[in-house]
């Protein structure tokens, strides 16, 4: 099944996908992780990105449709996937229906006061990219025992930028989506296994 995951910074995505990729046995593309990675590893794409990252401004369509037209041509990705934080734009949606044909578009929904919440509170591992959240207590990473840190664009000025990009650039994807029939808006607010069972419903899988 091949999938894309939309909703604003912080509802979610990253942390539900790791339960839905676990549950269909298919690949998570997260196009924030592959442009993180290249930004450690200083690739050229890197350093191209980061400065827009680093501002919570989205990287230029061309630069991430390439990225992701390249990812999922790979073998992996033959029996299905799901993107995470990809399309981000209508460009970006039309580049993707030019080379793939997606079965489904989960929404997820978050009220603004607790995105920003999710989003200054979220603490990530430095070792092996465990998210985690303040709220939980946890002073080391419970999977490795690595350093716990914040990433730069979860400081408070580009967290605000984030979200008036999200509104501007990624919500009419909704819309998008609706008008194709692919869209099933779950809400995202709900603890992180309601949520987890409120998508494999949307997507047909019993648990
Ligand atoms: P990206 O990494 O995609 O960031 P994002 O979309 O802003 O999403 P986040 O990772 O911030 O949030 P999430 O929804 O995954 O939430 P999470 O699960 O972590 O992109 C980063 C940047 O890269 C962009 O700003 C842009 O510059 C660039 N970029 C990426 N893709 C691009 C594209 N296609 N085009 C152009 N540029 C692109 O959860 C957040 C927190 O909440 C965590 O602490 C988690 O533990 C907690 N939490 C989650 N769910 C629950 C729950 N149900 N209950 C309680 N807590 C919860």
């Known amino acids: ?13 990253g942390t539900q996908a790791e339960h839905i990729i676990a549950k269909l046995s298919i690949p998570q593309i997260s196009t924030g992780e592959i442009l993180r990675r290249a930004i450690r590893e200083k690739t050229p794409t890197g350093l191209e990105a980061q400065s827009y990252i680093e501002k919570g401004a989205l990287v230029p369509d061309d630069v991430v449709v390439r990225i992701v037209r390249e990812r999922l041509a790979e073998a992996d990705c033959a029996g299905g996937y799901l993107l995470d934080g990809f399309p981000r734009t209508v460009p970006q949606a039309e580049a993707l229906d030019s080379f793939e044909t997606i079965d489904a578009v989960i929404n997820l929904e978050v009220p603004r006061e607790l995105l920003i919440h999710r989003l200054s509170g979220r603490r990530v591992c430095a070792a092996c990219g465990y998210t985690t959240h303040i709220d939980r207590g946890e002073d080391k990473c419970v999977k490795c025992g690595g350093e716990l840190t914040q990433r730069k664009d979860d400081a408070p000025e580009s967290v605000e930028n ?5 509104e501007q650039q990624t919500k009419p994807l909704i819309e998008y989506y609706a008008r194709k029939g692919l869209l099933t808006n779950v809400d995202g607010a709900k603890p992180l296994q309601e949520v987890t069972k409120a998508i494999l419903a949307a997507l047909g899988c019993n648990e």
Do not use: N, T
Request: glycine content about 16%.
């Open 1 to 13: 099944m091949k999938i894309v995951f939309l909703g604003p910074p912080g509802a979610g995505k």
């Open 162 to 166: 984030r979200l008036v990009v999200y």
